[in-house]
């Protein structure tokens, strides 16, 4: 079973900055891709920016240019720094890890991003 301990989260007003942190249970080398989902209330959870299984980096056409996924290696640990941040970002973001081998995805509990002023 694969932890996930996501922070960050926050109350933010439109055109400020948050980072959010995900950080997993197992070694690097377990992970086959990571990301950053986000749902907004009444609406489907949607892929915001991730690290796919070939080395790829993606991100939702909304974001960007205004959000930067990272990641430390070392730490299993990856993380969303949200610039220009406006209302329609405001939705509970959950990190999701899937691991090599393992057909189960993984799910962070969740954390609030509310943008508003």
């Known amino acids: 079973q694969v932890q996930l301990v996501e922070s960050g989260g926050g109350l933010v007003q439109p055109g400020g900055s948050l980072r959010l942190s995900c950080a997993a249970s197992?070694?690097?080398?377990?992970?086959?891709?990571m990301a950053w989902y986000r749902q907004a209330p009444g609406k489907q959870r949607e892929l915001v920016a991730g690290?796919?299984?070939?080395?790829?980096?993606v991100y939702a056409e909304s974001v960007k240019g205004r959000f930067t996924l990272s990641r430390d290696n070392a730490k299993s640990t990856m993380f969303l720094q949200m610039n220009s941040l406006k209302a329609d970002d405001t939705a509970v973001y959950y990190c999701n890890v899937d691991q090599w081998g393992v057909l189960e995805t993984y799910w962070g509990q969740g954390t609030q991003v509310t943008v508003s002023s």
């Open positions: 197992i070694t690097p080398d377990s992970i086959k891709a």
């Open positions: 690290f796919s299984s070939y080395g790829r980096t």
